[in-house]
């Protein structure tokens, strides 16, 4: 229900680390702050809601010293060469404990043990049957020892800040003038795909259930009381009580996933049934109903998870006041609510709407707690690398071992790629600031893949232990003057071409680029910065987000 398992996302975050994926954009995109928010909630002399100031984070993070790496690298090996039963072997009783077949069936319907007497229940198919499950899950959730059971509960509670996710946000779509904005148009056009995509590809009544719970309102709006205290009938209307909502919300869930595959060991395979998001459909082999997970897969989702959590936690240290606003402003210089106008469709247009904002990626100096929640959301980006790379080692070099062809990530599919993999991790260590044998570094090389020799000189946790005020800071400050067509004589005759370098970025502010990108004093150097960065295996995870001021 929600998502096709966590452990897909996964395999994309572990991809992430080793070539050119998304892991970028989800970490410093999100650190950039391009994320939900939208228009600034304190009328002028209204005091500032409690729920928006930050309160000192919980999460202490989890470091490995030098001996625990060893130990974890040491044993992501060891762990690989079990063997175990072949999956076509595998039928329900022996593959899933009692416990996940519980929860199993409170989802989808059928047999479950409650109070040691068995029952049949019909399973979730409304919003408040899944409200109803969720909180059933929440409060015997300390009961469940079976680590299946644990796992899929977890992640059901993933589930929890969604409810009634659309209906709580929907003043930041609201049309105000009655004009389609494109934030508007573009989430109610991406909600229709998704109620058609359920009803076409996933016709169960949970499937159908979950897009309910995330769509319906469930409390009317002149009974939310958010004065005093945030919950989970507070609107979603602004970047503050976006980011409370996150804080509030979204982080204990991960919390909650993060600390169950922490204090897990698949030194046992554990199977995971894919029929919870079927209903009761008959798959015409087991290998494709039990999908059977060891040492590796938890340590990717482990991975995943974690990185999910450090960029929550930075998110929080800057201001995403006017964000929508932005985004709207953005959308009118390539002529959408107005009309078209290629002419400014540029760089400079695009920055300049930006600007427009200049509370917008602030770094929140008059909150005291704003530097703590970047220096937690830095652990957990180191852990999220280590385990990454534990479970690669687990894989490496293993594409023979059939023991482990039959598990959820095949080392064959990994294989071909093991010379960029190790390169990309090379590098990754390098940006994160650390020794491939978990020491630390401060700063560190990445080395390009297309030009021999050329590397850029990164320190990444001098963002996160000396953050910029500003992350507009790393935007251009001047563009690329010159006429809007040029003319070329052709045949004799003059002919206009348009001037596609008019407006491109020309100068950055390069003090700040200087203190996380050593040797920076020029455009030259904020150019080839960003390309060794995007020519580097792993390298992208800063390359990424930096061609966003690039262009």
């Known amino acids: 229900m929600g998502n096709d398992f966590t452990l897909c996302v996964s395999l994309i975050n572990l991809e992430s680390w080793m070539n050119k994926r998304s892991f970028g954009r989800t970490l410093l995109f999100s650190v950039l702050g391009i994320s939900i928010a939208s228009h600034a909630w304190a009328k002028k002399n209204e005091a500032v809601h409690e729920s928006f100031r930050l309160e000192a984070p919980t999460h202490d993070g989890i470091e490995y010293s030098a001996e625990e790496f060893k130990e974890m690298l040491s044993k992501a090996k060891e762990n690989s060469k079990r063997r175990v039963a072949n999956v076509d072997s595998i039928d329900e009783a022996t593959a899933l404990?009692?416990?996940?077949r519980n929860i199993r069936n409170s989802v989808i319907g059928g047999s479950v043990v409650r109070g040691?007497?068995?029952?049949?229940?019909?399973g979730a198919e409304s919003a408040e049957d899944v409200q109803k499950l969720l909180t059933d899950l929440e409060g015997n959730f300390k009961n469940l020892t079976d680590p299946d059971a644990k796992l899929l509960a977890a992640q059901l509670l993933m589930m929890k800040p969604y409810r009634g996710i659309i209906a709580r946000a929907n003043q930041i779509f609201e049309t105000g003038s009655g004009k389609a904005r494109l934030a508007h148009a573009t989430a109610v056009t991406m909600l229709?795909?998704?109620?058609?995509?359920?009803?076409?590809?996933?016709?169960?009544?949970?499937?159908?259930?979950?897009f309910d719970y995330s769509v319906h309102p469930f409390y009317a709006k002149e009974n939310a009381n958010c004065q005093s205290k945030w919950s989970s009938q507070c609107d979603i209307k602004d970047g503050q009580t976006f980011q409370a909502w996150i804080r509030k919300e979204v982080i204990p869930s991960l919390d909650l996933l993060e600390?169950?595959?922490?204090?897990?060991?698949?030194?046992?395979?554990?199977?995971?049934?894919?029929?919870?998001?079927?209903?009761?459909?008959?798959?015409?082999?087991?290998?494709?109903?039990?999908?059977?997970?060891?040492?590796?897969?938890?340590?990717?989702?482990?991975?995943?998870?974690?990185?999910?959590?450090?960029?929550?936690?930075a998110m929080q240290a800057y201001s995403l006041d006017g964000f929508f606003k932005s985004f709207d402003q953005v959308a009118t210089v390539y002529g959408f609510e107005a009309t078209f106008s290629a002419s400014k469709a540029t760089s400079e247009g695009r920055f300049g709407a930006i600007r427009k904002f200049p509370k917008l990626f602030a770094l929140k100096k008059d909150e005291e707690n704003a530097k703590k929640y970047l220096e937690v959301s830095y652990k957990y980006l180191k852990s999220s690398l280590n385990n990454a790379f534990?479970?690669?080692?687990?894989?490496?070099?293993?594409?023979?071992?059939?023991?482990?062809?039959?598990?959820?990530?095949?080392?064959?599919?990994?294989?071909?790629?093991?010379?960029?993999?190790g390169t990309g991790f090379q590098n990754a260590f390098g940006i994160v600031g650390m020794t491939e044998d978990g020491r630390e570094t401060g700063a560190g090389d990445v080395m390009s893949a297309v030009v021999n020799g050329e590397k850029v000189t990164v320190n990444l946790k001098k963002f996160f232990d000396d953050?910029?005020?500003?992350?507009?800071?790393?935007?251009?400050t001047a563009f690329k003057g010159g006429e809007e067509f040029l003319t070329k004589n052709v045949d004799g005759k003059a002919v206009k071409y348009r001037n596609y370098f008019k407006g491109r970025p020309a100068e950055w502010n390069y003090a700040v680029y200087g203190k996380y990108f050593s040797g920076v004093n020029n455009a030259a150097d904020v150019e080839r910065t960003a390309r060794v960065l995007s020519q580097s295996w792993g390298g992208f995870i800063l390359g990424g987000p930096m061609a966003a001021v690039m262009f």
């Open 390 to 421: 534990f479970a690669w080692k687990s894989l490496d070099g293993r594409e023979n071992d059939t023991n482990l062809q039959q598990n959820l990530i095949d080392p064959r599919l990994v294989a071909p790629f093991s010379r960029v993999i």
């Open 192 to 210: 229709r795909a998704a109620a058609v995509g359920v009803e076409v590809y996933l016709p169960t009544e949970q499937w159908r259930a979950a």
């Open 467 to 476: 953050p910029p005020n500003s992350l507009q800071d790393f935007m251009p």
């Open 97 to 100: 404990s009692e416990q996940f």
């Open 259 to 313: 600390k169950t595959l922490r204090g897990m060991k698949f030194d046992r395979p554990v199977y995971f049934d894919n029929q919870i998001f079927f209903g009761k459909a008959n798959f015409t082999s087991n290998k494709d109903r039990f999908l059977r997970l060891g040492e590796a897969e938890r340590l990717v989702m482990l991975s995943s998870v974690q990185a999910a959590l450090s960029s929550a936690l």
């Open 116 to 122: 040691g007497q068995r029952t049949t229940v019909r």
